[in-house]
């Protein structure tokens, strides 16, 4: 599926210029997060983007070099002080941020694998940690930044509402994330700070390779959605971008869906 041509159209519906945004979660040219990173970049938007490692910064790099995103660090959200590191280097060198996108999911591939009964203590809480507890901790530094205001947003996915198959320990999870997003809404709503998730629908990329099955949930979803198809992580970047703006000011504590329409079927014959 061809990514929509407003993507690379500056400024064309939302004018973000002079916005400040923060993107953690670019993996590759396929995350979710670079496509959001692209439509800030294009309706003006100012980046600071991360990276996980040394190992991920050579496919973050050129990316980052193609949308003049002026703050590059790494973040590592399981490594004590990296997550506080990027927000001293934002502090110091923007003094202030708009929104931030907090792309990040990740649970011990063993953990994934099994059902849900075999997932381990020690498993379950290093996926919280680093897919939910993130987010929060995200929230509390960047309310400090956010003086005027400012959007927070999260990706989530059905399998927080619904049992999918072999979503496993990344539904309750994700359940978590989304029960975060209505807390945070709530304790930063009187600094008209405003935190929403996007559920997204099921996209190929790094992080979705580590579903097992996942060719047939795409399939299942392009046989069931309303819309029949699966969405392009273009979509879910320009859902972001609309978050970020102004055009959704009275927006928050909601979780949005961005999956061509998957998540209203109960029982679909065809
Ligand atoms: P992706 O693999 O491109 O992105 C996942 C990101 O998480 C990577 O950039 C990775 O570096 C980062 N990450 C993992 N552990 C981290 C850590 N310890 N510290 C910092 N970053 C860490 O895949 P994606 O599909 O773009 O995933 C982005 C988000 O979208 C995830 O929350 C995922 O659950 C969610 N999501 C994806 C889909 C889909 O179908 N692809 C659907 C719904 C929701």
Same mark, same amino acid.
């Given at each position: 599926?061809? %990514? ?9 519906l ?31 938007a100012?980046l ?7 190992? @991920?910064?050579p496919? =973050?790099?050129?990316? =980052?070099? *193609?949308? %003049?995103?002026? $703050?590059?660090?790494? #973040?590592?959200?399981?490594? %004590? ?5 990027v ?9 202030q941020l708009?929104?931030v ?17 075999? #997932?381990?203590?020690?498993g ?5 940690? =680093?897919? #939910?507890?993130s ?32 979503? !496993?320990?990344?539904?309750? =999870?994700?359940?978590?994330l989304?029960?975060?997003v209505?807390y ?6 009187? !600094?008209?700070?405003?935190?929403? @998730?996007?559920?997204? !629908?099921?996209?190929? &990329?790094? *992080? @979705? ?11 299942? &979803? ?12 273009d ?13 959704? &000011? *009275?927006?928050?504590?909601? $979780? ?15």
């Open positions: 599926m061809r %990514d929509s041509p407003l993507a690379t159209t500056p400024g064309k939302l004018d973000m210029t002079g916005k400040k945004g923060l993107v953690i979660g670019i993996a590759n040219e396929h995350s979710l997060a670079w496509a959001a990173a692209r439509n800030f970049h294009a309706a003006g100012d600071a983007v991360t990276y996980l490692n040394d190992k @991920a910064r496919y =973050v790099e050129p990316l =980052v070099a *193609a949308i %003049d995103a002026p $703050i590059l660090l790494p #973040c590592d959200v399981a490594q %004590d002080g990296q997550l506080e590191g927000f001293d280097t934002i502090t110091r060198i923007w003094g708009d929104f996108l907090h792309a990040v999911a990740w649970s011990p591939a063993e953990d994934l694998r099994g059902r849900l009964t075999d #997932c381990s203590a020690d379950f809480a290093q996926a919280m940690l =680093v897919s #939910c507890h987010f929060i901790r995200t929230a509390k530094l960047a309310e400090l930044l956010m003086g005027a205001g400012g959007s927070l947003m999260t990706l989530s996915f059905l399998g927080a509402e619904r049992v999918v198959d072999h979503y !496993g320990i990344m539904g309750p =999870v994700k359940a978590a989304e029960s975060s209505r945070l809404a709530h304790d930063l709503g009187s !600094g008209s700070i405003r935190v929403n @998730a996007i559920s997204a !629908g099921a996209v190929r &990329t790094r *992080a @979705a390779s580590g579903i097992q099955h996942f060719d047939e949930l795409i399939s299942e &979803t392009e046989r069931k959605s309303p819309l029949r198809r699966t969405v392009t992580a979509e879910i970047g320009r859902a972001a971008l609309l978050l970020a703006s102004n055009y959704t &000011t *009275a927006i928050t504590g909601e $979780i949005i869906h961005v999956d061509a329409g998957f998540h209203v079927n109960g029982m679909v014959f065809h």
